[in-house]
């Protein structure tokens, strides 16, 4: 009987063990946690956002990173297969806004619950709290891995499904990177990914705690656009979340780095022209011309961006509406159409979703997810270097390669 060792008892290294076991391979996962799927556990505010129900050809418009990598794995095992797998074994599955898909129960622990009790039954070895210090191999083939308690457990196959280096209380470590290294594997650049964004300019920090919905954001590098969408943010002490922002932080983390100035910019009323809106204003201000500049910015803006605006605005907090000029009226058009502020950089792993590089996947055989280099050793999940935007593509990706490295290790 072939036998396979998982290392991670996350999404991919379970779905790895769900795939390998259906061919009848001796499996066993080792997990440095106390628990499965810790993670997961925090995942789309413990509701776990498991998968994307669009057709998966739109799939590939949401990878960040090597997308064209993914075809063999996304195919193989899609969103539906995901959806079918869970109903199947009593987790009943909804599908919300955005084409998002979360368990009935909106409670994560049911998504880990499924696929432990699956594992269980079918015979799959899980331990926990023990790590895998070192891969063993011989003549750049698996042979077995090396425990922290300083035993030796032999293995025909080892898939490594050990994630990033996001959300490192939840042990994500990077061991996975350290035993790519070792073995002589090459491991692209990483950095923290759907990931908050930090901002220079104080009035944002005054901002904090105020969300945003139906805004467009718009991100320039000099005046080059390189990233817009439209969706929810949220002001913060140092800076700028939400998800828009976490899915501009997986494009622009490079840009960055390259040390690229970024602006960005809120359309605060995407849905009105600038004649509509300026057409609104005029309404308002012929209606209401006794009253102060606080009336009109009140029906504009949220309470929280009122004084921001004044005061960007270097307009009177007295002034009277009849005294509005043509030029203030542009200059506050122009401000709810383009609300500015300076990036200056991501934060860290400990606020990242997920991580940007990894195993190059230059070195993997993506039909199988098996390394070009040592037999018998595959990757799958967060550890390589693959991303996408929110909205469950992320977990997606690690099913599909979890379950494409769980196949063909088991053959």
Known sequence: MNKVIIIGGGVAGLMSAVAAISNNSEVTIYEGNEKLGKKMYITGKGRCNLTNACDISEYFDNIVSNDKFLYSALYSFTNDDVIKFFEDNGCPIKIERGNRAFPVSDKSSDIIKTLEKYLKRNGVKIVLNTRVESVITKEEKVSGVKLDTGNVDRCDRLIIATGGKSYQATGSTGDGYRFAKDLGINVTPLRPSLVPLEAKEDYIRMLQGLSLRNVELTIYN?????????????????????????????????????????????????????????????????????????????????????????????????????????NNRTDLINLLKAFPFTITGLRGFSEAIITQGGIDVSEINPSTMESKKIKGLYFAGEVIDIDALTGGYNLQLAFSTGHLAGESASI
């Open 222 to 326: 000099n005046k080059k656009t390189v990233y817009k969408d439209f969706g929810e943010m949220l002001f913060t002490h140092f800076g700028v979340s939400g998800p828009l922002v976490l899915s501009a932080g997986s494009r622009i983390g490079k840009l960055l780095e390259d040390g690229s100035n970024l602006n960005a910019a809120i359309d605060l009323k995407p849905a009105l022209s600038y004649k509509k809106l300026e057409d609104r204003i005029i309404r308002e201000i012929d209606a209401n011309k006794n009253k102060e500049i606080k009336y009109l910015l009140s029906g504009l803006l949220p309470a929280k961006m009122i004084n921001v605006f004044i005061d960007l605005l270097n307009f009177n907090k007295h002034l009277k509406l009849n005294e509005f000029t043509k």
